[in-house]
């Protein structure tokens, strides 16, 4: 075996394995928030799309109002956050009376939106806004790629790949999304899982595109160096 192929081997090896959350505690803080974060309504709609729409990889998620009762319906989207990696923009969803620009982004195929366990965001894309999604992948289709045999969550990949600690509040987590205006730990909470998806990726680009003769053709269209 070359070195080549056992640097790679092992690079593998570490994306399969698992952080200890002892260990992860004590990582450095992944963000402390010097980077841009913006509100979209009505009247930044279309310069925020336009923005989004020059850079190829952002990151995205959503968030709804939470459920706290067992077969309540499924609230509908409250905000949709898609960050480059020096801005990210929180479209405020019951402020945006037309999404047909907000269409445009999320339809882009050669717009490569970012995220974790991105299934239920696209499956209320479609059912909320009849939107067809394209050009989004999920960072765990990566990992399982790579091998992985269990679900891997943003705090993990964070660890694994930038060695850092990305915060997960609860308070946030179960907060009201869909409030008329947004906590500063909401808005802390929303973009940094925007930024750290699109970091992520960026990382595991840099890092794999050594090694591209060695990677498989599903990992390499997923990290895009094919």
Sequence with gaps: MDNKTAEYQSLVKHYTSQVDKTVIAGLPRFEDHGREVILVDDHNLDLAVHDLLQVRYLGFDTESKPNFKKGEKSNGISIIQISSSQK?????????SDAA??????????SIKIGVGLSDDLSKLRRDYMFHPAGFIDLGKIFRAFGRR????????????LNQKLRKSKRATTSNWAVETLSPLQLEYASDDAFSSVDVYLKLRMVFKAYAAL?????????DLS
């Design 88 to 96: 990210c923009y929180i479209f405020k969803m019951q402020k945006i």
């Design 101 to 110: 620009a907000l269409a445009k982004l999320v339809m882009h195929e050669k």
């Design 150 to 161: 269990n679900s891997v969550g943003s705090k993990q990949l964070v660890a694994l790949v």
């Design 215 to 223: 990677l498989d053709k599903r990992v390499l269209e997923l990290l």
